[in-house]
């Protein structure tokens, strides 16, 4: 028998629903830089670990590509109509061809949530590179796909559910 596969490079997810009922809710400390900042705006951390001040980026922070999970959603939309038209095996970068640096999503939550975000300037971890983003043209091409929402949106709807939820799913 033949496989039929779809293949998703997601790049940095981050986001929540609009309606501030469905969001991320990592156990301890998270992994991923959203919810980070989101758990610091809300007290559940003190600050914000900035890993690397000293790369060759615009403002010496880390940059990378991140995809509002909505986005990311309609992608899989996308990725699954196009597989029951075409059977076969491909695979598709979702992003947004776009990065950001992490100060720049630090202060792009700012913005979108009135509140400051302690940070403490770290030494880089093992393995980071300076920046890392998608090229989503193959997935715009087949898929007639492309990222709509911006880090604006992302920061937004993440503080939305965040705020709404600031103990997580746990006591919501």
């Known amino acids: 028998t033949r496989w039929n596969t779809i293949l998703l490079r997601y790049f940095n997810p981050a986001g929540a629903h609009e309606s501030g009922r469905i969001g991320e809710d990592p156990n301890g400390i998270p992994n991923n830089l959203m919810p980070y900042i989101t758990q610091v705006a809300v007290g559940k951390l003190d600050a914000l670990a900035v890993f690397g001040s000293d790369y060759a980026t615009v403002d010496g922070t880390g940059v990378r590509d991140y995809i509002h999970v909505v986005d990311l ?3 899989h939309l996308k990725a699954l109509e196009k597989l029951a038209e075409n059977p076969g095996a ?17 202060a792009a939550f700012e913005k979108a949530s009135n509140k400051q975000v302690p940070y403490n300037l770290v030494d880089r971890r093992p393995g980071d590179v300076a920046s890392c983003y998608a090229d989503p043209a193959f997935a715009a091409q087949e898929l007639n796909w492309s990222a709509k929402l911006g880090i604006e949106d992302m920061t937004r709807d993440s503080w939305r559910w965040q705020s709404q939820n600031p103990s997580g799913y746990k006591e919501s």
Request: proline letters at 0%; zero cysteines.
């Open 73 to 75: 959603a309609l992608g």
């Open 90 to 106: 491909v695979a598709y970068n979702l992003g947004t061809g776009q990065g950001y640096s992490v100060l720049e999503v630090v």
